[in-house]
Every structure is written in structure tokens, then in C-alpha cells.
């Protein structure tokens, strides 16, 4: 009997390059931080990230986005080694993706399609569709011929999901038609999510944020006992899920929400506007903040920046400190004099110094379960006090 032939008829990995600028708002060290994470999201996506390109620019240029000199470096590269795809860290202007993909030949994304794309991956209800189809039209519309052109001669791949791939949906007309209808369909389930909200009663409400991948989904399973959707990989969670949770004899709503990211455009916010109402509407925030990042002091900017967009800078909230299991630093030698970075800073130097900065913080494994206690503790006295205040003659807490 023969051993027989095994065939994977898994398709292979999109070959990628990435593309990045570095100018008066965008020094060299965070765009190689911006490139890493546009790597991790083209991974996320299905492709393959390999040679990456970066260019000093006052500004980019209006015609090609980086400049000529630079995009012939690219063209041969992708010649050189048949190139699938081409994605570049900012949004382009529909003329930069034409001229673009008329002198490189192949397809070109920016990082706006690619989060759409792993939108559209991960969107598993009809709200989350929804959501998403609405913010691919609106990314759509200006783009609309440049798009149709490009999917009537190739299908499939990295940012080729969802919506425009039928020739009706070249009009233009019908793709404002197909807006109109998507966002009068979530005002809907807004409403609906606004009743839901009211009919859950006097329950204090909770809701985990952070930035994408910090591990907020792990940590609503440990505290809720329940099984939501985790995996190591951005925007894992795109529907709100709310659970009860009690602790103590203090029973509480808490809710995983849509990780933030940089340079999420403003209408994919307003898409997921229903999603974010768990979060302005929270009695408490648990900002989830992946310590393991070398750049995790960014991160919490981003987030911070959001919330503050979103109107809850008077919301209570609680730092939680996860993957300390994974935190690692350089000691310095001692006859090292230059000043110390994030990167040489001890896990207790850093609690010392978010101490000194009077936040409330606690460091935890949701992993490895370390530290949960602490943060129940901490979770238990924030929400204790809300409902006192809120329902002083509540005999629940007596």
C-alpha cells in the first residue's frame, strides 16, 4: 500500500512590501514602531510582510506619495520578486493609489483598506457587518473608479473583501444609496442597544478598553468565567459583549469592547459608534494596557487620546497591567551614565514611577491568572462606591 502524496491546498501568503514616510510628524524611530505594527496587521490579514521602505519627507508627495527616486527602488524590488501587494502606513488620496498602482503594476493598499480588511475578517454578526460594509462604502465612494478597474481584472487577496466586486456597485449613486440605508439600519439597532442598555437596570456598568491586542478579551473570560473570542492577533473582538459579574456579593455588568489603534479613521469610529456607546456610557473603565510592548507608554496615549474624543475624562478609571509575565529589560552596567529608557526601567521601577503619577494601577497575568485577586479587590472598592453613592439605601451591600 503506497504512502501516498499529501497536497496543502491552503493558498500561499501574499508577498508584501510596506511603505512609510518619516517627517516633522512622524520622527524615524515611531515610524519603524508604525511599520512593525503595519506588519503585524498585514500578518493578521493573511500576507506575508518582508522588505520594508522608508523616506524623509517635509511632506508627501501629492502625485505618488513618496518620491521618484524612492518609488523606482520599489518597482524593481517588486519586479525583482513578484510582489503581490504594496501597502503604505497613511492613507492615500484616490490619485496617489492611481498613479501608484499605473507605475508599480501591482496592487496597492493604504493602512486604512488594510484595517477594513481585517474588519471584514473578523466581523461575525449582522451589526458587526454592518458596521464594517458601512465604513468600506464610505472609504469607497471617493475611490470608486480607481477600485472598479482594479477588481475587474484581479479577485481575491488582501483588501479585496466585501463591497465592490459587482459592477452595480460602481455607481454612484447606488453606493450613497447602499450609505443611507447601512446607517439608517444601525441607527436601529443603536435604538435597540439604547433600550437593552436601559433595561439592565441599576447594575453598575463596566467596560474593558484598550489597545488592540492587550489582552482585554482573556481578561473578560477570567472574570466573567466566560468563553469569548481571544487570540494573539489585532482586533480579535469587533462585537460588544456584556456579561454579569459578580464579585463578593457585588454583582456588575462588564463589557469587552473594539481595540483602538493609531490612525483609525475617524468614519470607521463613527461606524462603530453603537459599539463605543458601552464605553461612554460606563460607570467604570478598565484600561487594559499590554506592558510587554516596548511601546506601551504610546499605546496608552492612543487610547487615552480616544477617550478623551469619545467625552469620558470624568469616567473613574483603573489601569490594569497585564502580560507582566512577559515584560523583559536591559539592566544597565553601572558605569553606564546615560539616562535609562523604557527599555532598562525594572517592572517595579515601573510601578514606582505610574505610582509617582498618582494612577490607580494594578499589574497582572490574565494569562497566568497571577495578581487576579488584587485587581478584583481594586474592581470591588471602585464599584462598591459608585453603587453607594448612586443607591445609598440599596441593602444589597449590607
Known sequence: ??????????PKPEKVVLVGIINRDQTEEEVAEYLEELAFLTETAGGEPGAVFTQKLDTPDPKTFIGSGKLAEVKALVEEEEIDLVIFD????????????????????????????????????????????????????????RMWTHLERQR??????GPGETEIETDRRIIRDKIARLKEQLKKIDRQKTVQRKHRGKLVRVALVGYTNAGKSTLMNLLSKSSVFAEDKLFATLDTTVRKVVIENL?????????????LPTFLVESFKSTLDEVREADLLLHVVDISHPNHEEQISVVEETLRELGTEETPLLMVFNKTDAYTYVRKDED?????????????????????????????SALHKTNIDALKDQMYQKIREIHVTRYPYDDLLY
Not at 1 to 10: K, P
Not at 156 to 161: K, V
Open 251 to 263: 454583582p456588575f455588568l462588564l463589557s469587552d469592547t473594539v481595540g483602538f489603534i493609531r490612525k
Open 336 to 364: 553606564d551614565l546615560t539616562p535609562a529608557g523604557r527599555e532598562n526601567l525594572s517592572l517595579d521601577e515601573v510601578k514606582r514611577m505610574w505610582a509617582s503619577r498618582n494612577k490607580d494601577a494594578v499589574y497582572i
Open 1 to 10: 500500500m503506497g504512502t501516498g502524496t499529501t497536497y496543502d491546498h491552503r
Open 156 to 161: 481575491g487577496g488582501i483588501g479585496l473583501r
Open 90 to 145: 497613511d492613507e492615500l488620496t484616490p490619485s496617489q493609489l492611481r498613479n501608484i498602482e499605473r507605475e508599480l503594476d501591482c496592487r496597492i493598499l493604504d493602512r486604512t483598506n488594510l484595517i477594513l480588511d481585517i474588519f471584514a475578517r473578523r466581523a461575525k454578526t449582522a451589526h458587526a457587518k454592518a458596521q464594517v460594509e458601512l465604513a468600506q462604502y464610505q472609504y469607497l465612494l471617493p475611490r470608486l473608479t
